[in-house]
Each structure stands twice: as structure tokens, then as C-alpha cells.
């Protein structure tokens, strides 16, 4: 927001009279997401990292080399929160 604002600021210092002068070279494109995380939710991200922490350690949940121990929680929260993301381990 801040950069629209002077860029407005600077087109009207620029402009003569009643013609507004916009320095379009001064625009920039605006930033873009990288493909993974278009369109994704907080929710979304967190299941997509924990799945994958999960398939990393063999869906081990326990121990020293358990997803658990990678994502730095309990075993117990990691289970409450693949309950509540609806992961479940495929057979």
C-alpha cells in the first residue's frame, strides 16, 4: 500500500497542469507465490508438512526418528492433529 501511495505522490509532482504523468516505469510486477503454496490455506500447508515428515520417517510416530520428534511435538498432539487434519496411514 505503501508504494501505491508514492507512486501517486510522484506522479503528481511529475504532472504539468491538469495531466497526471505516471512514471510507469517505476512499476513493478507484482511478487508471485511460489507453485506450492498458490492457493493453500494455513491448514492445508500444515497437513501437506506433517504428511510429509510422516512418509520421511516411514510413518513412524515415536521416538527418537519419529515424525514426532522431527516436528518437535508430542506424540500425542501429533495424533490429535492428524485426527483433526483427517490424515490417516495408508495400508
Known amino acids: 500500500m505503501r508504494e501505491l501511495e508514492n ?3 510522484r506522479a503528481v509532482i ?4 491538469s495531466n497526471l504523468m505516471l512514471p510507469l516505469s517505476e512499476l513493478k510486477p507484482p511478487a508471485t507465490p511460489s507453485h506450492n503454496s498458490v492457493g ?3 491448514e492445508e500447508a500444515e497437513r ?3 504428511l510429509q515428515v510422516l512418509r520421511d520417517s516411514k510413518w513412524t510416530l515415536s521416538g527418537p526418528a519419529g515424525a514426532a520428534a522431527k ?3 508430542k506424540r500425542t498432539t ?3 492433529k492428524m485426527k483433526k487434519l483427517g490424515i490417516v496411514r495408508p495400508s
Open 40 to 42: 493453500r490455506t494455513l
Open 71 to 73: 516436528l518437535a511435538m
Open 48 to 50: 501437506e508438512h506433517i
Open 78 to 80: 501429533l495424533h490429535s
Open 7 to 9: 507512486f501517486i505522490e
Open 14 to 17: 511529475l504532472s504539468v497542469k
